[in-house]
């Protein structure tokens, strides 16, 4: 079959059926469908292609061990949050998931149940406390919650080694025989992602703003239950309608009133009165690698 403007796509696709993985061909098939109706549905000029090939070459360019800039570049058009959105239907019973994002970089220290992961004591003191249940509602002990946020300048430890303390705002706990976990943290706020290289001129071309509404991060496990990558979101944020990476969804949005509650400060080493942010987990049952359901 010869090359022409409207068996393009047929062309390609037609050069994948050697390939062994028929997953592979049915990706790559796809894929090229989809680029080249692009290309004629925009009439890509020759100029445009070679801004676009530029551009992904210094997206390229720009990672490194710690910064992932295709992820971000992902992250801005939506793709993390559709990938993430597809692998982890809930059908309205678990918490929903949401973006891991690129500061997951270390593993969370152990943390006993009460600890405070504020280390550099920014911010507002928070109370973070919830519980981990199946669907049912059923106690999950001994689940994993793993949890990690910016401190109060908005930049993760691992954006600030020498500055930051590591391991500064995050946490690995196991749940109680109630399936609880709490600790002591400070109020999450706002912060621009990494804007500095090529989707930040991707941002600013479209207009459009680098920052997250302010969250917490949580990976939750328990064996025999799918895992949730997901955040919870703070309630007053800005940017909470426009977060630059599609993160948010309403489910995951949290008050975090202040408590004057003398015992229960007396109880978790907080002072009275306090801030209080309550998120509960609900995971689905099965095994951790299981696919879309
Ligand atoms: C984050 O929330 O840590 C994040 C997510 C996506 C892109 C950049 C940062
Ligand atoms: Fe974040």
């Known amino acids: ?25 049915q990706v790559l098939s796809s894929l090229v469908r989809h680029l080249h109706d692009f290309v004629k549905e925009v009439d890509l000029t020759d100029e445009e292609w070679a801004a676009g090939i530029g551009f992904l070459t210094r997206t390229g360019q720009t990672c490194t061990d710690v910064r992932q800039e295709f992820i971000l570049l992902s992250d801005v058009l939506g ?4 990938v993430e959105t597809v692998n982890h ?62 401190n109060e300048d908005g930049f993760y430890d691992v954006q600030q080694p020498g500055v930051q ?14 399936g609880r976990y709490w600790f002591r943290s400070a109020v999450p706020r706002y912060y621009p992602i990494p ?27 328990a064996p025999g239950h799918r895992p949730v990558t997901t955040h919870v979101f703070v309630a007053d944020s800005p940017y909470l309608d426009s977060d630059a990476v599609f993160g948010v969804k309403e489910s995951l949005i949290r008050d975090v009133p202040e408590v ?12 009275n009165p306090f801030r209080a942010l309550t998120f509960d987990i609900t995971l689905l049952r099965g ?7």
Not at 114 to 133: A, E, F, H, Q, W
Not at 195 to 221: N, Q, W
Not at 260 to 271: F, I, K, L, Q
């Open 260 to 271: 004057d509650d003398p015992a229960r400060a007396a109880a978790t080493g907080m002072a």
């Open 79 to 82: 793709v993390s949050m559709l």
């Open 165 to 178: 303390p590591a391991g500064n705002l995050r946490g690995l706990f196991t749940t109680d025989e109630q």
């Open 195 to 221: 804007a500095d290289g090529p989707v930040g001129e991707l941002l600013t071309a479209t207009g459009r703003h680098p920052y997250r509404p302010a969250h917490l991060h949580f990976i939750v496990s």
């Open 89 to 150: 239907r809930t059908g309205g019973v678990a918490t929903e998931s949401t973006v891991l994002g690129p500061f997951h970089q270390v593993r969370s220290p152990d943390r006993r149940l009460g600890d405070d992961i504020n280390l550099d004591g920014k911010g507002v003191p928070c109370l973070v406390s919830g519980r981990v249940t199946g669907p049912d509602g059923t106690a999950l002990p001994g689940a994993r919650v793993d949890v990690w946020q910016t």
């Open 287 to 293: 095994d951790a690698h299981e696919g879309p359901a």
């Open 1 to 25: 079959m010869g090359f022409s403007e409207e068996r393009s796509a047929d062309v390609v696709a037609a050069s994948f059926a050697g390939a062994a993985d028929p997953r592979l061909r």
